[in-house]
Structure formats: C-alpha cells, structure tokens
C-alpha cells in the first residue's frame, strides 16, 4: 500500500512493488501503482516515478504501526481503490494484502493476482500471540477478508515453493498458484558496489573492526531481542565487534534500553529512514549480516544481504542459508545459537569465502527473472475463464 520513494516506507513488501513495477516498465508494460496519500503533501494525487505512474488515494498515510488495528485504516483504502478501480481500465490487479477485498464482490472485474507474502494474519508471531479480545478481532477483521481474497483471486502467488502446502491449508486450490519469489535488483547492486562510500569512518569504526549489520523492522517477529542478547554474547568474544541496525518499530525504545543494560553503547549504531540508494553502503561496509526472524519464509532483508555478499547467520530463512557455505541456520528465538555463528565464520577465516557464495545463490533473484515469472502468472489468470 505504501511505496518507498514517496513514503520513505523501507519494508521488503514496498520494495518488492517498486522494483517488480519499474522492470515490467522497463519492459514496455503500462504500470500504476495505486497508494496512500502523503501526509505532508496531501494534495498530490499521482505522479510518475522510474516510469511508473503512481495514483494517491485516500486515507493518508499515517506512518504508525497499528497492529492489529490497522485492518480498519487498511478496509477505508481497499473501499477507495475499489471505487477508482471501476472507472479505470486495465487487465491484470496484483494485489497484497487484503486491499481487494472490495473490488473482488464486484460481479464484472478484471483479473486478481493475490500475492501472499508470509500470511502474517494465519501464521505470523505477532497475529498469534493475540490473546482474549484481540485474538479474536484478527480472526473476524484480518483473517476473515484475507480468507476472502485468497479465495476469490484469480492466482495466488508464493514466495517459496515451501509456502504451497500452507496456502492450500487456507483452502486455495493448488492449481491457481503459482510461484512468485521476492526478487532483490541485483545487477544494479553489483554496479553500486564498485563505486561504494565507505561508512566506517563516518560512524567511528575502525578498518579491522567487525562489523555486524541487521535490517528490518523493529518489532517482535524480527528478533530484535536475541540480536541484542546474541551481540552481548559477541562482545566477550570479539572485542572489536560493532553492531549496526537499521529500521524502526514499535520495540525502538526497548531496543536501546537492552543495549545500555548491557553496556554497549560506544559499539552499536542504530539508523532508521535511510534512503534505499543510501542504505547499501552500510551493507558493503560491513562484514557479518544478522536476522532474528520467527518466520520460515524468505525475506528481503536477508536477500539483500546475500546479494551485497555477506555471509549470513540467521534465525530462520533456511532456504536463503546453508549451514558452513554462506552461513548458518540457527533457529528462532535462539541468541547463543546467533552469536556462535558469526563468531564461526570470524574465526574461521573464510568470511570473504562464504560471502561469495551468498552472491552465488540469489543471482538467479534479479527483478529481471521475477518479472517474467510474474508476466506468466498475469498471462495464466487472463486465460482463466470468468
């Protein structure tokens, strides 16, 4: 719903919109991506950017996190699309979420493309530890149109071939999905790394430090707790590691009172609304990159950072990473396990030999590829019969 250039809103979804809209731009194809209205600028109502027109509709974005409150911001854009989805015309919707969830009771509409990401709302952390009242508002105003979407779209997409079995679970007919994972650009990273800014001497670090990168959301689901315990654990090990994060949530505050319990204020950097042609310095600028993650599903985050050549220790993301090739599983919820990890790869010498294999494994991941395999999901849901 968000975008990256106009709301500054750097989560893997946003970026994955932007960048599959730009190369099937690029790629001759009309595209519009239909957003929420700027809050310091409320009265743009479209622009084109990378040559992809952009529509704001309301409401505006309001730039907080309101889990799981926010299905009724969310329910005022799906009614406001629907309601400019009408007077327009076009094939395909590639829709999130459950932001179709009022275009798709239309008896004459266009072609729905659901794509699924992690299905936080049936097997997200956050949405399942909700107890009493809110356990059950998610069940009847977030699964409940989430539900309706998956089964009334034309194809449903998954991010890897593992999410099948757990869409099919949500009663979707296996034959009408397909396989859509998230794609990170990297031939323009390749080129980006040539010319990097070094951001070592900029945040005070020195040339032989190690230095620890993570990014993403600050919140539950991501770990944040076991990074901050994981890298206090580090710190008896390696005297010269530093931490960098960089992102924003709800657990900011808690964040930091973790890092000053335990004293580690003069070795960590924590960064949040950096621009996305800004944001992979850091990544070339760091050695180890780190993710706490409670989900099973591939990140971008993770992506990324394979494609700026780090080798990886992660929670979860186990098709992302092998155990002593580009790194090292290490389960959910499981700090000692993060920090043994990178304290392997720092000790055993072939930092730089397991980051060339993280290059090796998401090449085929170039928004080229994910944009041809998105055009045959387009083409298939055109062929279906109404």
Not at 226 to 242: D, L, T, Y
Request: net charge positive; aromatic share 10%.
């Amino acid at each position: 719903m968000e975008t990256t250039h106009f709301h500054k809103a750097y989560d893997g979804g946003c970026k994955f919109i932007q960048h599959l809209g730009e190369e099937l731009s690029r790629q001759g194809h009309e595209v519009e991506i239909i957003t929420t209205r700027l809050r310091d600028n409320p009265n743009l109502k479209e622009a084109v950017y990378n040559g992809v027109k952009h529509i704001f509709i309301l409401p505006e974005y309001s730039g907080k996190r309101m889990i799981p409150f926010n299905m009724f911001y969310k329910m005022i854009f799906s009614y406001n699309l629907n309601k400019y989805l009408q007077k327009q015309r076009f094939d395909i919707l590639h829709n999130s979420e459950a932001f179709a969830y009022h275009y798709l009771h239309n008896k004459k509409r266009e072609k729905v493309i659901f794509q699924s990401w992690a299905l936080e709302p049936f097997y997200g952390h956050e949405c399942l530890s909700q107890k009493g009242f809110r356990k059950l508002y998610i069940k009847f105003a977030l699964q409940r149109q989430w539900k309706y979407c998956l089964n009334k779209s034309d194809v449903v997409t998954a991010d890897d071939e593992s999410q099948i079995e757990a869409i099919v679970k949500l009663g979707v007919d296996k034959n009408k999905i397909e396989f859509i994972p998230l794609g990170i650009p990297f031939k323009n990273l390749q080129k980006l790394k040539k010319n990097f800014k070094n951001k070592r001497k900029e945040l005070g670090f020195k040339k032989n430090d190690l230095v620890i990168l993570s990014v993403g959301q600050i919140v539950p689901e991501k770990g944040i707790d076991e990074i901050i315990q994981a890298f206090e654990r580090i710190k008896k090990r390696i005297k010269n590691a530093k931490l960098i994060i960089i992102g924003k949530g709800i657990l900011e505050e808690k964040m930091h009172e973790m890092i000053r319990d335990f004293g580690l204020e003069n070795d960590f950097v924590h960064l949040k609304n950096v621009p996305e042609n800004d944001l992979f310095n850091y990544h070339f600028s760091s050695d180890i990159f780190i993710n706490g993650t409670h989900t099973n599903y591939p990140t971008v985050s993770v992506q990324e950072a394979l494609a700026a050549g780090l080798p990886i220790v992660s929670g979860e993301s186990i098709f992302l990473v092998k155990n002593g090739v580009n790194g090292y599983n290490v389960g959910r919820k499981n700090p000692e396990g993060i920090a043994e990890g990178v304290i392997k790869i720092y000790e055993s010498g072939k930092m730089k030999q397991m980051g060339r294999s993280s290059l090796k494994m998401v090449e085929s991941s170039d928004y080229e590829n994910i944009a041809d395999m998105a055009i045959k999901a387009y083409e298939k849901s055109i062929k279906k019969p109404n």
